[in-house]
């Protein structure tokens, strides 16, 4: 079995790429150095060289991210969209795009680690939580435009990477009062990766986060 994890030098993809390659994946962990994801061209070299290395492939997943840090709506710029959309929701869509005859063979699958951002409205990460939402409905897109040989689904996590001071104001926002980790997030993409019968839907990894009422002016 062969895996492309775009974004795996991330905490959260590397530990996707760790997760894998214990189930016996060969991996290829590709990080910013290894192309631009938000542009279509770096998004089909990154694909072509890696299946290339590979020897074909038979999972995609797309775990980098671009534009995540708290601004006021006033104080959003171009650059801020465009870096937010470029790699998240751009990306998705050209990796997909350029994975999708490769994987079509192996009836291979494609996991995008979304974000509970896509559902929740916080008005310091506006261009974040709209790219989000738009890589959560490419998510639904792309299950039914590549079926049925290709599966397409997300993993959306909720507090899993934070820094120690911001872990009790975290943990204190989700039903199961605690934070989770990157492995947690990897132990769904590898569930999806093999869940035969699942297409078009996304897993929250959020400890419930989704649950609490109320409303959040961050992350």
């Given at each position: 079995m062969r895996a492309l994890v775009a974004g795996g030098t991330g905490k959260?993809?590397?530990?996707?790429a760790e997760a894998l390659g214990r189930r016996g994946y060969e991996v290829v962990a590709a990080g910013r150095r290894?192309?631009?994801?938000?542009?279509?061209?770096?998004?089909?070299?990154?694909?072509?060289?890696?299946?290339?290395r590979l020897?074909?492939?038979d999972l995609l997943v797309h775990a980098a991210g671009d534009g995540f840090?708290?601004?006021?709506?006033?104080?959003?710029?171009e650059s801020d969209w465009d870096a937010a959309f470029g790699v998240t929701a751009k990306g998705?869509?050209?990796?997909?795009?350029?994975?999708?005859?490769?994987?079509?063979?192996?009836?291979?699958?494609?996991?995008?680690?979304?974000?509970?951002?896509?559902?929740?409205?916080?008005p310091l990460f506006a261009p974040h939580c709209a790219a989000k939402a738009a890589q959560r409905m490419l998510t639904r897109v792309l299950a039914r435009a590549l079926a049925p040989e290709i599966r397409v689904c997300g993993v959306a996590p909720g507090p899993v990477a934070v820094t120690p001071e911001q872990e009790e104001r975290?943990?204190?926002?989700?039903?199961?009062?605690?934070?989770?980790?990157?492995?947690?997030?990897?132990?769904?993409?590898?569930y999806?990766?093999?869940?035969?019968?699942v297409t078009g839907t996304s897993l929250v990894v959020d400890g419930g986060r989704l649950l609490q009422s109320g409303s959040s002016r961050g992350a």
């Open positions: 959260i993809g590397r530990a996707v290894d192309g631009d994801l938000s542009t279509a061209a770096g998004a089909r070299s990154l694909v072509q060289r890696s299946a290339s020897g074909g492939l840090r708290p601004q006021a709506v006033e104080e959003v710029e998705s869509f050209f990796l997909s795009q350029a994975a999708a005859p490769l994987l079509r063979p192996a009836r291979g699958s494609i996991v995008l680690i979304e974000d509970v951002a896509a559902e929740q409205a916080w975290r943990a204190a926002e989700t039903v199961l009062g605690r934070v989770g980790t990157p492995q947690d997030v990897a132990e769904a993409v590898v999806l990766a093999g869940a035969s019968f």
